[in-house]
C-alpha cells in the first residue's frame, strides 16, 4: 500500500492557526521534561524487576479508595494469569513500603513473603503449564515519595485536592502489585475507582459507569479491553470539568473525553480540535487510531509535561506538539512498545518525528529552522547512541539529544533513503504487524520491516546510526565544466566507533543570476568519491542539504581553481590460473589520457606489461572500471595514471604471485553436496596450504585428507552459501557453491 503526504498536507493547510507555535514546547522541550522527568521519578532500586517469568498476565481487575487530599492508597488487585511453566508459586513487583494484609487465591487466604520489592506468593497447589488461576492481593500505604509515581497534592487558586500516578518506566510497582517490566501485557484490565462524590476520576479505557454508594462517594468504573504495559495503566482523580467531542476514523466515530481542571477550561477546550487533527493525520499514515473502539483523551495534571497512558494522555496543558507528541505515543510505545529500555527510541524517537510530522505539515515555514536546531543539538557532543548502552543510567535512558531529538532524526534519514511511500509504508506494515501489534517490538522487528519493504540491506545504516556513534563532517570541491559540475566527496567522522557513513548526499547547485537551481544526489559510499552531472546551466553557488534531512555539522563548500583530478577508488589484483588479474576503478575520466599497466619482482625496478587507454572526457555521474588480465609470473603491480597535460599519479601496490607451480584448480563437485575434492594440476600441495572462508570473511575449519594434489573436504555440516578457497597468502584460488 502507497501512502501520500499530500492529502494531509492539504487538510493541513485548511486548519485555522489556533495557537502560535513560538509559543508552544519544541520537541527539545519535551524530550528535556520528560527526561527530567524520569530521572526525579527512578533510582537505581527502581531499575529492577522482581517479577519471576513463570506465568503470563491475562487481566488485572483493580479495585482503588482514594482520597486525592491524602497521599494514601487502598485496594485490592486480582492477577488472572496462565502458568509458563509448572509451579507453586508466583512472584509479582509491589513496593516493600505498602502492606500486604492477604492473598487470597479461589476465595481462601494463602501465603506470600513480601520483601525487597517483590511479593512472591504460594500457590494452594502446583499449577501446571497452561494452567489458568488467579490471585487476589489487599493492600495499602502511603507510596514511596523516592520515585514519586504516585503524586497527591493541589492545584488553582483555591488550592483543590487532586491525586494523580505516573509510573514510566519502574514506578507502577510503587503504588500496585503487577509485572513491571517490558516482557509481559495484561489482555484487559477494568480500574474501579472509589473516591469522593464531588471529585472525578479518569482512567483507561471506557467509563462504564460512576456509582453511588454510602457516605457520600461515588465508585468510577473504567473498562480497557485492549494490551497494556503496567507503566501504562494510570488514574487521576480531583473536581475535574469533563469536555466531550468526538472524531470519525475510518467508520468508527472515536469519543474523545477531556478531564481538565476548572479554571483550566478554556485552554484544553481550545486545544482539542488540534487533537482530532493530528488523529486523523496519523490514523491516515499508520493505520486507525489504535483504541478507536474506546476513547482517546487528555487528562489535566501537575506535572511539567505529559505521559502516554494508554487512550488518556496525562497533559500539563495544551501546547500543539505536546498534544501530537503524546497523541503519536499511542501508535508508537502504546500499541507497539519498545521490548528493551535499549530500544527506548521505538518509543521516544517515533512520538519526536510524528510531532514533526504534524507542525511541519501545518508550520511548514518553520520546518528548516527546527530541524537545524534539532541537528545542532544532536551534534553539540561528539558521541554518543541512539541504542542506549546503559540501561541503568536513567538519564541515558531518557537522554533528549539521543532517544528523543537523534532517534526522529533517524526516522528523517531513513525517509530520505527510501522515499516516503516506501517508508511510510514499511512504518505501517511494522506498527500494524500481527506478531507485533499490541506487544512489544525491537529495532530489529523495524529493520526487517524497512528491508521488506525497499527490498533493502539497512544493515550498514543500523551500524553506523543506531549502535554507532557520532555523525560526519562533509569536505565538498566542487568545478563548474559550462553547464556541468564536478564533485569530489570526503568526510571526516566525530567518533572512532564508525569509520565511514555511508548516505545520499543532496547538494543544491544555482545560478542566481539566471534563477536556475538542479538538486544531485550524491551516493556517496566512499572517501575521495567523484560525482559529475549536467545542470543544464553554469553554477554559481551550491547548498548542502538544503532540505536539512542528514545529522551532520561543520561541513565546507569549496569552490576549486580548476578540474578535478582523477582518483582511484579501488585496485585489486588476483591470479587466474597462470594469469594476474587487475581490476581497478576511478572517481572520473575528465582529462585522464592512458593508463599503465606495471609489474616488478622487488617493487623498486618497475616493467611495463602494456596500457589501457582511457574512457574519454565524459561528464557521466558512474565511476570508471577496468579488468585487465596479463600474463605474467611477477610478484608487484601498480598502475599509473597519464593526464593529457601530462601529470600522472599512481596507486598503491598490490601483490599477486602468479604463475608459478600454482597449476589450474578444479572442484567437483559444484555446487557441492555431502562432500567436494579440491584438485590441482601439479600434485605439490600440503595440507595446511589451503584455507576455507565463508561469504562474511570468517574462516570455516572442516576434515580434510590429502590425496597428491587433491584434498578432500567433508561439508555436511556447511551451511548453504558462497565459499572461497583462499592460499595462506591470501589469494582467493576457487569459489564453491554449498547447496
Not at 480540535?273 to 476513547?295: I, R
Request: net charge negative; glycine share 8%; aromatic share 12%.
Amino acid at each position: 500500500m502507497k501512502i501520500s503526504l499530500l492529502p494531509l498536507l492539504l487538510l493541513l493547510a485548511g486548519w485555522a492557526l489556533a495557537q502560535d507555535p513560538a509559543s508552544d514546547f519544541s520537541t527539545a522541550d519535551i524530550a528535556a521534561l520528560e527526561s527530567r522527568s524520569a530521572g526525579l521519578r527512578m533510582n537505581a532500586r527502581g531499575l529492577r524487576v522482581m517479577a519471576s517469568n513463570n506465568f503470563d498476565v491475562k487481566y488485572y481487575r483493580c479495585e482503588w479508595e482514594v482520597d486525592p487530599a491524602v497521599n494514601y492508597i487502598k485496594g485490592n488487585v486480582t492477577s488472572h494469569f496462565v502458568m509458563n511453566t509448572a509451579g507453586n508459586s508466583i512472584t509479582l513487583d509491589l513496593s516493600s513500603v505498602l502492606t500486604v494484609s492477604t492473598v487470597q487465591q479461589r476465595g481462601s487466604n494463602v501465603g506470600f513473603v513480601h520483601a525487597g520489592d517483590a511479593l512472591t506468593i504460594t500457590l494452594q497447589t502446583p499449577l501446571a503449564q497452561g494452567e489458568r488461576d488467579s490471585v487476589t492481593i489487599s493492600y495499602e500505604g502511603t507510596p514511596t515519595t523516592i520515585n514519586t509515581p504516585f503524586v497527591a497534592t493541589t492545584h488553582g487558586a483555591s488550592a483543590t485536592p487532586v491525586i494523580w500516578t505516573l509510573s514510566e518506566p519502574y514506578g507502577s510497582r510503587d503504588w500496585w502489585p503487577c509485572k513491571n517490566g517490558l516482557d509481559d501485557k495484561a489482555d484487559s484490565i477494568d480500574v474501579y475507582i472509589t473516591h469522593s462524590a464531588i471529585y472525578k476520576a479518569a482512567s483507561n479505557g471506557l467509563l462504564k459507569s460512576e456509582t453511588a454508594i454510602a457516605g457520600s462517594k461515588t465508585r468510577t468504573h473504567w473498562k480497557h479491553r485492549y494490551a497494556i504495559a503496567s507503566y501504562l495503566v494510570a488514574f487521576a482523580v480531583t473536581n475535574y470539568n469533563v469536555l466531550d467531542n468526538s472524531v470519525l476514523i475510518g467508520s468508527t466515530n472515536v469519543p474523545f473525553k477531556t478531564y481538565c481542571y476548572p479554571e483550566s477550561q478554556v485552554t484544553f477546550q481550545g486545544g482539542v480540535q488540534n487533537a482530532l487533527n493530528a488523529m486523523v493525520q496519523f490514523s491516515n499514515l499508520f493505520g486507525d487510531y489504535p483504541f478507536k473502539n474506546e476513547k482517546y483523551g487528555h487528562v489535566q495534571f501537575g506535572w511539567g509535561g505529559g505521559m502516554e497512558h494508554q487512550t488518556c494522555s496525562f497533559m500539563v496543558n495544551m501546547g500543539e506538539t505536546l498534544i501530537a507528541h503524546e497523541l503519536g505515543h499511542q501508535w508508537f510505545g502504546d500499541k507497539v512498545t519498545c521490548g528493551s529500555w535499549q530500544d527506548i527510541w521505538l518509543n521516544e524517537g517515533f512520538a519526536t518525528h510524528l510531532a514533526s510530522i504534524y507542525t511541519e505539515a501545518k508550520y511548514p515555514a518553520n520546518t528548516k529552522t527546527t530541524r537545524t536546531n534539532e541537528i545542532n543539538t544532536i551534534t553539540s557532543q561528539p558521541g554518543g547512541s541512539v541504542w542506549v548502552d546503559n540501561v541503568n543510567d536513567v538519564n541515558r535512558i531518557f537522554s533528549n539529544r539521543l532517544s528523543y531529538l537523534k532517534g526522529s532524526h533517524l526516522l528523517y534519514m531513513l525517509r530520505w533513503i527510501l522515499g516516503d511511500p516506501t517508508f511510510f509504508t514499511a512504518i505501517h506494515n511494522y506498527i500494524n504487524d500481527p506478531a507485533l501489534a499490541y506487544g512489544y517490538a525491537t529495532t530489529a522487528n523495524l529493520k526487517s520491516h524497512l528491508e521488506a519493504t525497499s527490498g533493502k540491506d539497512l544493515t550498514y545504516f543500523f551500524d553506523q546510526w543506531f549502535t554507532g556513534q557520532g555523525y560526519p563532517s562533509y569536505q565538498v570541491e566542487w568545478y563548474p565544466v559550462g553547464n556541468s559540475v564536478q564533485v569530489k566527496l570526503n568526510q571526516t567522522q566525530s567518533h572512532a566507533s564508525v569509520s565511514f557513513f555511508q548516505l545520499p548526499v543532496p547538494l543544491l547547485f544555482r545560478n542566481t543570476a539566471t534563477n536556475q537551481e538542479k538538486l544531485v544526489v550524491c551516493n556517496n559510499t566512499v572517501n575521495g568519491q567523484f560525482f559529475a552531472d549536467n545542470l543544464g546551466f553554469e553554477a554559481t553557488e551550491v547548498v548542502f542539504d538544503p532540505d536539512v534531512w542528514l545529522i551532520t555539522r561543520n561541513n565546507t563548500l569549496t569552490k576549486t581553481s580548476g578540474p578535478l583530478p582523477v582518483t582511484f577508488s579501488k585496485f585489486d589484483v588476483e591470479c587466474r590460473g597462470n594469469n594476474a588479474r587487475l581490476s581497478w576503478q576511478t572517481t572520473e575520466e575528465v582529462n585522464a589520457d592512458y593508463f599503465e599497466i606495471l609489474a616488478s619482482n622487488d617493487a623498486r625496478q618497475w616493467e611495463a606489461l602494456g596500457t589501457v587507454g582511457a574512457l574519454g572526457n565524459s561528464n557521466a555521474t558512474n565511476d570508471y572500471f577496468f579488468d585487465v588480465e596479463v600474463a605474467s609470473a611477477l610478484k608487484f603491480y601498480r598502475i599509473k595514471e597519464y593526464d593529457v597535460d601530462g601529470k600522472t599519479q599512481e596507486t598503491r601496490i598490490m601483490v599477486a604471485k602468479c604463475g608459478e607451480g600454482k597449476g589450474n584448480w578444479v572442484a567437483h563437485p559444484n555446487p557441492a553436496g555431502d562432500f567436494f575434492t579440491l584438485s590441482n594440476s601439479n600434485n605439490n600441495l600440503i595440507s595446511d596450504d589451503l584455507l576455507l572462508y565463508d561469504i562474511r570473511g570468517n574462516r570455516v575449519f572442516l576434515d580434510a585428507k590429502l590425496s597428491g594434489g587433491a584434498k578432500t573436504f567433508d561439508v555436511r555440516n556447511l551451511n548453504p552459501g558462497l565459499y572461497s578457497i583462499v592460499s595462506q597468502k591470501g589469494e582467493v584460488l576457487f569459489k564453491l557453491l554449498k547447496e
